[in-house]
C-alpha cells in the first residue's frame, strides 16, 4: 500500500473528512440552504400540482399515492445534487486559495485523495437528507421504517456518483465567478429533465424525445434508487447506471487533476 500503515490511511482520510465536517459546521446558512429548496417543492408546488397531476399506481408503490409522496425521494437526490455542485465550489476556491496545492502534493495516492474528499462530502448530503425526510415525516410522508435504513446505501451511491460528477466538473472551472453558469447548464436541466417531479410515463405522453432524454439522465437513475429503496425494493437498471456513471465520474475526475494530464495541466499546473 505505498508503503503507509493502515494507520496512516486512516490519519489522512481523517483529517480530509474532519476538515469537511469543519467547513460544514461552520457554514451553517449551507445546512439551511439545502433544506429550503426541497422544503418549498414540498409544501407549496406540491400542494398545487397535487389536484393537477394525478398518478397512476407507479412501482415502487402498491397503490395511488398523493403528489408530494412521489416526489419526496426526487427532492433528497435533489440535496445530494446541491451538495455535489457545493462540493465542486469548494474545490474550485480551494484551487484559487492555494489548499489544493497541499492536499495533492501528499504522497497519498490521488485516487485516495479525491476519494476521501468524495465520501466526506456525501456524508454531509446524508445528514440533510434525512433532516429532510424528518421534517417529510411530520408532513405525513411515511415510507415504511424499515425504508429509512433500506435507503442509506442508496443515498450513499447516489450521492457518490453525483458528487464525482461535481469533481469532474470543478476541473474545469477556473474560477469561481464561472459556477453560477455551470450550475444553470447542468444543475437544473438534469433536475427538471428526470423523474423527480414527473413519472417517466407522463413525459412519453408529451413527448417521446423528452422521455428519452430524461431516461438518459444518470440523476433519474439516482431519484429511482432513491424510490425503490425508500420502500425496500432494488432498481436493478438504476443500481447499475449509477454504479456505471459513478466509475466513469470518479475516473475522469482522477484523470483531469492529474498534474501531467488534463486540464491541471493546460492550466499551468496552479492550484
Known sequence: MNGFSVRAWLIAFCGITRREALRFINQ???????????????????????????LSITAPYETYVLYEVYVTPGLCAMIQLFNGMQSSLSMVYDRET????TLLVSPFPRWFLLGSKLVAG??????????????????DIRPPLLGYVAVLPALMLAGLMLGAMGLFLSS????????????????????????????LWRMRES???LHDICAFNPFTHAVELIRFA?????????????????????????????PGKGRWRKQGGTA
Open 230 to 258: 425508500l420502500y425496500c425494493q432494488v432498481n436493478w437498471l438504476s443500481l447499475a447506471v449509477v454504479l456505471g456513471c459513478l466509475v466513469l465520474f470518479f475516473g475522469l475526475a482522477i484523470f483531469m487533476y492529474d
Open 207 to 209: 413527448s417521446t424525445l
Open 122 to 139: 456525501v456524508v454531509v448530503s446524508i445528514i440533510q437528507v434525512y433532516a429532510f425526510l424528518a421534517i417529510a415525516w411530520l408532513w
Open 98 to 101: 492555494g489548499a489544493m496545492r
Open 28 to 54: 451553517r446558512g449551507r445546512f439551511l440552504a439545502a433544506l429550503v429548496r426541497p422544503l418549498v417543492w414540498l409544501f407549496i408546488f406540491a400542494a398545487g400540482f397535487r389536484a393537477v397531476l394525478g
Open 172 to 199: 474545469a472551472i477556473r474560477q469561481l465567478e464561472n459556477f453560477a453558469g455551470v450550475m444553470n447548464f447542468v444543475i437544473f436541466p438534469m433536475f427538471f429533465a428526470s423523474s423527480a417531479l414527473y413519472p
